[in-house]
């Protein structure tokens, strides 16, 4: 495969969180590609991405675009039908967004490695809608259903699906009506060192975004009193209790430590997959997880985490005093192992099996 000429398009490269660690791999597998995207801040990009070709769309030109990108979605079908990717051998898009409907010539295949159709057009478009500002939801009301043709449309374009989980394997086929492999996204795991060695703190780690829950984690450590760390990028929630300690956007070797060190990760959103979970798994350190989404593929309950039914802190605290029961024995050698499932090595020997059975049928 080092003789194609390949495209990488991703929606926009702004941040290293999972979706553009899945482009990182992908980078891997193909040194010789090059990457396309809405807009770029390569400030915050790892040395691996930052060796190929970057190529930008016009959303790149507009104001503040690397801080209102997500303002500027109306735009890109237009942005992205601007990108001339014919002389190129394959396409692979990494999609959650706009990203996958490209105007290709027949001729050229193309992958989707899908995170999850758009969020904010199918599954959560009401909770966004609920979050969102009153101009805001204005202007989106009037502009979703437009995108939702362009995005149902685009996924024509698609020569061959693969779904980051049996979660977003189910909504590709409910809403594009296409069938898809799933391959998990990439975990580094030999980067984490299994421990049994665990401290008297619980730790939430991600973005700040509300669909994470962040609130719900804070607000049932209030109630208990136990300990919990925060960590991720994003606002200082307001208000937090003095048992709740948040330290924002920390180096890399410190957010292991405190990862491998936790009594217990606290996960109570509903993500697409959740590649953080697998992280704390293959450091030996269990899972409380909201039982739905990608979790449910990635904790095994008993073996490496607890899940909680209801998104309530009763729910999640429950959840934690069945934990510190002494009912279970989480061993972080066994744990590791589980974690293994999702290693970058089978990533990329079945991200490598689709390409060929892909490129094979054209």
């Known amino acids: ?17 999972g979706g553009e660690k899945v482009v990182e791999a992908l980078c891997e597998l193909f040194p010789q590609a090059d990457i396309y ?12 991405l930052l060796k190929h070709n970057i190529y930008t769309t016009s959303i790149s030109k507009l104001p503040l675009a690397t801080k209102l990108y997500q303002k500027y979605l109306a735009f ?8 001339d990717l014919s002389s190129y051998d394959l396409v692979i898009s990494s999609e959650s967004g706009p ?4 105007i290709l010539p027949s001729r050229l295949p193309h992958l989707c490695y899908c995170h ?12 966004y809608l609920k979050e969102a500002g009153p101009l805001t939801r204005f202007i989106f009301k009037q502009v979703a259903p437009k995108l939702r043709l362009w995005d149902l449309a685009g996924s024509n374009s698609v020569s061959y699906f ?9 909504r590709i086929a409910r809403i594009y009506r296409r069938e898809s492999e799933i391959i998990y996204p990439p975990v580094d795991v030999s980067t984490f060192i299994p421990t049994n060695n665990k401290k008297d703190y619980y730790l939430f780690f991600g973005q700040l975004v509300n669909y994470k829950r962040v609130d719900l984690a804070i607000e049932a450590f209030r109630q208990s009193g136990k300990i919990l760390v925060i960590i991720g990028g994003g606002k200082k929630p307001k208000n937090l ?13 410190q957010t292991l430590t405190y990862l491998a060190e936790a009594r217990a990760l606290i996960f109570p959103g509903e993500e ?16 409380i997880a909201y039982a739905k989404g990608g979790a449910l593929e990635t904790v095994i309950e008993g073996e490496s985490g607890i899940f909680f039914n209801e998104q309530t802190p009763s729910a999640l605290n429950a959840a934690i005093t069945k934990l510190e029961s002494g009912h279970y024995n989480f061993n972080a050698k066994a744990m590791h192992k589980l974690a293994l499932n999702f290693d970058k090595t089978i990533f990329k020997t079945k991200i490598t099996n689709a390409v060929n059975k892909l490129l094979a049928s054209y």
């Open 1 to 17: 495969m080092a003789n194609l000429k390949v495209a990488i398009v991703h929606y926009w490269l702004v941040t290293m969180r």
């Open 37 to 48: 995207t809405h807009v770029v801040n390569k400030k915050n990009l790892s040395p691996t």
């Open 76 to 83: 890109m079908p237009a942005a992205l039908a601007e990108l």
């Open 99 to 102: 990203a996958k409907s490209l």
């Open 116 to 127: 999850t159709p758009m969020r904010y057009l199918y599954d959560y478009y009401h909770y």
């Open 162 to 170: 693969i779904a980051n989980s049996a979660n977003v394997q189910n």
């Open 241 to 253: 209790p003095p048992n709740v300690k948040f330290l924002g956007h920390i180096a890399k070797e």
């Open 272 to 287: 697409d997959f959740g590649i953080i979970p697998v992280e704390a798994i293959a450091c030996g350190t269990p899972v």
